[in-house]
Nanobody, 125 residues
Framework: HVQLVESGGGSVQAEGSLTLSCAAS????????MAWFRQAPGKEPERVAT???????YYADSVKDRFTISQDSAGNMLTLQMTGLKPEDTANYYC????????????????????RGQGTQVTVS
């Protein structure tokens, strides 16, 4: 039973940086995408960034040019580098693995989770 465990969250001041990591305890089969989501209290989850097995990445407009998603070659570690943090970035960030049809027009960023972690809290003041 594969688990995803996030780390790297914390409290930072505005314009600061954090790097989140998501470690998979084993190989995730039947997955061709991984994504970072975030959820603030009282709000719906927001997909922040997605990376596909074909190397393509997607970013929500709210984080574009500030966040960078990457994955190691083994596919066991997912990273989210966050710079220029804003108070509105405050949320619980969690990673997820999923499966979707690649390169389907209109589905940019789409990665329906089949497995997700518990998350790590990011607070920006």
């Amino acid at each position: 039973h594969v688990q995803l465990v996030e780390s790297g969250g914390g409290s930072v001041q505005a314009e600061g940086s954090l790097t989140l990591s998501c470690a998979a305890s084993g190989k995730i089969y039947s997955s061709n995408c991984m994504a970072w989501f975030r959820q603030a209290p009282g709000k719906e989850p927001e997909r922040v960034a997605t990376i596909y097995t074909n190397g393509k990445t997607y970013y929500a407009d709210s984080v574009k040019d500030r966040f960078t998603i990457s994955q190691d070659s083994a596919g066991n570690m997912l990273t989210l580098q966050m710079t220029g943090l804003k108070p509105e970035d405050t949320a619980n960030y969690y990673c997820a693995a999923g499966y979707t049809v690649l390169d389907l027009p209109g589905n940019e960023g789409y990665c329906p989770p089949t497995l997700r972690g518990q998350g790590t809290q990011v607070t920006v003041s």
